[in-house]
């Protein structure tokens, strides 16, 4: 038998030179991947418990589904073991070798932050996030960094990514800080419409910081002018709708609902 299976196509230069076939999930590897997934949860939902990480780290020793399992299992240990001290030369070691893979599993994001084990926070564009959503699955990422500029295309709205982004069912359920870098009014309007204007029926519960990074209008686009009728339609109301929910909303660093500021 030929090392590799060839289709019909094979001549057709038109088709993509990394097809893959769907190879299914054996049941035992299923279940160590919804075991994994559950644990995820569990350290979302409890991101102080070491114990949970700990859970984890035996998981992947027991029953590795790659040959980095073991490396990463030794580097959740070790960064729980030092806790808040100055990074290893053997945590950096095993982040040197294995790191831009289990980085990869979370793509289109990048600049990944890790914390006792795991990536916890990320950057990404509006447009790629709102089209593979997923990609904050697999870490227990709480922390979104986005970037709405520049447009994936001339002609295509930015407002788009935003839109899909915020209405993400995974985004609303496990993101708590989102930052936003890079915008103006438009852009905020939208956001603060999304999250809790009248138009918008399922909010975001797992949410509980939103900052504003680097805005080219003033703190004051988001606070109601008056006119009853520009703040419903601009979605500046909102601030005050989300303020009982929202531990702090900032502007460029002022703090304008939430914490008092420092």
Same mark, same amino acid.
């Given at each position: ?31 160590? *991947?919804?075991?994994?997934?559950? &644990?995820?949860? $569990?350290?979302?939902?409890? =991101?102080?418990? +070491? @114990?949970? %990480? ?17 490396? *990463?299992?030794?580097?959740?240990? &070790?960064?729980? $073991?030092?806790?808040?001290? =100055?990074?290893? +030369? @053997?945590? %950096? ?34 447009? +790629? ?134």
């Amino acid at each position: 038998m030929a090392a590799h299976q060839r289709s019909g196509h094979e001549g057709n230069s038109s088709l993509p030179v990394t097809q893959k076939l769907h190879v299914p999930l054996s049941p035992r590897e299923q279940a160590i *991947r919804e075991q994994r997934a559950s &644990l995820i949860a $569990e350290i979302r939902a409890n =991101p102080s418990n +070491d @114990q949970i %990480r700990l859970d984890y780290a035996a998981l992947l020793e027991k029953a590795p589904l790659c040959t980095s399992d073991k490396a *990463r299992a030794s580097l959740i240990r &070790l960064q729980v $073991e030092r806790g808040t001290g =100055p990074e290893t +030369d @053997q945590e %950096r070691e095993i982040l040197r070798k294995h790191g831009t893979t289990w980085e990869s599993a979370i793509a289109p994001a990048d600049e990944a932050r890790w914390d006792r084990g795991f990536i916890v926070a990320a950057s990404v564009r509006a447009s +790629d996030f709102s089209a593979r959503p997923g990609c904050i699955s697999s870490e227990p990422i709480q922390t979104l960094r986005v970037s709405i500029y520049p447009r994936p295309e001339a002609f295509e709205d930015p407002m788009w990514g935003v839109h899909g982004m915020i209405q993400s069912p995974i985004f609303k359920a496990n993101v708590v800080r989102l930052e936003i870098f890079s915008g103006g009014a438009p852009v905020l309007y939208t956001i603060l419409k999304e999250m809790g204007g009248p138009r918008v029926t399922d909010s975001t519960p797992a949410l509980r910081e939103v900052h504003f990074h680097r805005f080219t209008d003033s703190r004051e686009c988001a606070l109601p002018s008056g006119n009853k009728y520009r703040d419903e339609m601009n979605g500046t109301h909102s601030v005050a709708a989300r303020a009982d929910r929202l531990d702090v909303i900032t502007f460029n660093g002022i703090v304008v609902s939430g914490i008092p500021q420092l």
